[in-house]
Every structure is written in structure tokens, then in C-alpha cells.
């Protein structure tokens, strides 16, 4: 609690020196425009946290996302059978999915680790989103204009985008918070022997992370093809692994499994987006942005760490202090 009440303020001091930095006049197109990209990178992160929390890594997230988005733009502009747009947007969760099982499976059943796997979907999935397209650019803008038009809106004040974001983050919530499975999530990230002596499915619900981590990825492909109209093969979703991993560190999950919360992943995302945010509010070069992202969250998982090693000293000198041996 405590460490989720720190990003909290963390977050809150951002964004206060973003508002010092600029006009009161520009706010309102300020904080529409971080809704909608909190909106859309938190879904990676989500699906991220959830897969970190169950003691998983995915480094192949962009590459889906890459592939996805690909996949659905030849789905649509088929010249032969083009799919409606709700039929290749499930096919696309579906593949999704299928990527997220196969990962999981590797890593469970033939005992491969999790960074191989990953990483190596990351090269593979990126060539088979280029053969898709044949590298080419596709020109899709005329197909999903209208929901382009529709979800660059607001609702009450609060944009498309974000009401996704925050409709995800309930159901993840209810699951993982409310549920035996995400209990089960929690249990298998801490101490995976421990969980498969309980009793638990370890393999079964280790895959079900990957799934759901891939379908989020997918689910953000789609709302990058809506966004921004148009999906270039070699780079679509480049590196966003590394920012949806350290946005879910950053709200508090620990790389080490079994830690974490939807709440924070939440403020995580929000930090990651601020921080750019804040860069360009100060007049940083956007070359030292990278540089600014990655400090912050070396310094987030330093303090972490310290805070650690700081119980562990106490509750060492504690019982120390309560021993016969060091009474006598």
C-alpha cells in the first residue's frame, strides 16, 4: 500500500509540474491528448502486468502488435474476400491468443525460458508481419474512418481511448483481485513449486497469462490501426515491449513474480507517459527522452530493491534482539 500510495504522488508531481509549464489555455488539449495515449499503451501494459505477475516475461509484444495490426489491414483490404471489420477484428484477437498459447506452451511444457521464447518471437513474428504485407504500407484509411472519427472523441470529458482503457481495467481487476484464478496468478509467480504442491494447474494458468498478455497486444493493435490509419510492417509496435514492461515495473510489479496490482499498473502507465510529457513541457531535447524514461526507472526499481533490503534488516534485528543469545 505504501509503495502504490508513492507512484500515486509520484505521478500527481508530475503532472503538476507539466501544468506549471504550460498555458492554462492549452490544459485542455494537454490532458486530452495523454488520455488518449495513456488510453491506448495501457492495454500493453496491462496485459504485461498481468503476465509479470504470474512470474512470466514476453519480449515478443511488439512484434505482435506489428503482426496483428498487419494481419487485420490484409483482412479488411482483401481484393478477393474482404472480411467486415468486427469478423477480422476477433480473428485478429484470436491470433492473439494462438501466439500467447504457443509461448506458453514452449515455456511450460518443453521447459525453455521464457526470455528465449519470447525473444525469438520477437524476430519471428516481425518477419511474418512484413511477409503479410510484403513490407508494403497499407492504405486503409477510408475503411475505418468512421471509427477513427468515433473513438478520437470524448465522453464526458474523458476520451474513447481511456474508456477502453479503464473498461479493461475492471474486468482485469475482478479477475485478478476477485477471483481464485488470479489468487492463483499471484501463487505461481511467488514460488511455482509451492503452487503445483497446492494443488494448482501451474502449467494451465502460466499459458492463460501468455494468452492474455498476446490478447491485449492484439486488442492495442487495433487501436493503433484506428488511431493512426496506418501500420508500417518493419517498425508498427517497435520496442513497445520495453514500455509496456517498464510500465508495469514502474506501477509496482516485481520482475521477480508475484507482486503487483491493477491499480498500480494504472499510475505506472500514466508515469511512463507524463515523463515524456514533461520533457517536451521543459524544453528537454527529445533526443534525452529515452534517457529521462530509462532513469526514472532504474531510480523506481533501485528504491524498490533498498525498500526490500530496509525490512529485511529490520525484521533481522528484531529477531535478534528478541533472541536468548543475544539477551544473555
Not at 166 to 183: E, K, P, Q, Y
Not at 230 to 238: F, M, Q, R
Amino acid at each position: 500500500m505504501k509503495k502504490l500510495l508513492g507512484i500515486f504522488l509520484f505521478m500527481l508531481a508530475l503532472y503538476g509540474l507539466i501544468l506549471l509549464a504550460l498555458d492554462p489555455d492549452s490544459w485542455a488539449d494537454n490532458r486530452r491528448n495523454l488520455g488518449q495515449r495513456i488510453g491506448l499503451e495501457g492495454i500493453l501494459c496491462l496485459g504485461a502486468g498481468l503476465l509479470i505477475i504470474a512470474g512470466g516475461v514476453d519480449l515478443s509484444i511488439g512484434s505482435v502488435v506489428g503482426l496483428c495490426a498487419c494481419v487485420f489491414c490484409k483482412l479488411v483490404l482483401n481484393e478477393e474476400y474482404p472480411l467486415p471489420i468486427p469478423v477480422a477484428a476477433v480473428l485478429v484477437m484470436m491470433l492473439g491468443a494462438l501466439v500467447g498459447f504457443v509461448n506458453g506452451f514452449l515455456v511450460t511444457y518443453f521447459r525453455v525460458q521464457a526470455f528465449v521464447v519470447t525473444l525469438c518471437g520477437l524476430f519471428l513474428y516481425r518477419g511474418a508481419a512484413r511477409w503479410v504485407m510484403d513490407d508494403e504500407v497499407p492504405f486503409i484509411v477510408t475503411h475505418v474512418k468512421p471509427i477513427t472519427d468515433f473513438c478520437r472523441g470524448s465522453v464526458l470529458e474523458i476520451p474513447i481511448y481511456l474508456w477502453f482503457l479503464l473498461i479493461l481495467f475492471a474486468l482485469a481487476s475482478v479477475f485478478l483481485h476477485l477471483t481464485v484464478h488470479g489468487r492463483y496468478f499471484y501463487a505461481i509467480g511467488s514460488n511455482e513449486r509451492a503452487a503445483a504442491y497446492s494443488g494448482i494447474n501451474t502449467n494451465f494458468y502460466k499459458i492463460l497469462a501468455y494468452v492474455l498478455c498476446s490478447m491485449f497486444a492484439s486488442i492495442y493493435a487495433l487501436m493503433h490501426v484506428v488511431h493512426y490509419n496506418s501500420v508500417e510492417p518493419p517498425k508498427t509496435g517497435e520496442t513497445l515491449e520495453l514500455y509496456a514492461i517498464a510500465g508495469a515495473v514502474l506501477g509496482g510489479c516485481s520482475l521477480r513474480g508475484g507482486e503487483g496490482s491493477t491499480l498500480g499498473i494504472l499510475i505506472g502507465t500514466a508515469i511512463m507517459r507524463l515523463l515524456p510529457n514533461l520533457t517536451n513541457m521543459w524544453e528537454i531535447p527529445s533526443t534525452l527522452e529515452p534517457t529521462v524514461v530509462g532513469g526514472a526507472l532504474l531510480l523506481c526499481v533501485i528504491f524498490d530493491e533498498q525498500m526490500r533490503r530496509g525490512v529485511g534488516w529490520r525484521a533481522l534485528f528484531f529477531r535478534y534482539a528478541r533472541s536468548p543469545r543475544a539477551s544473555g
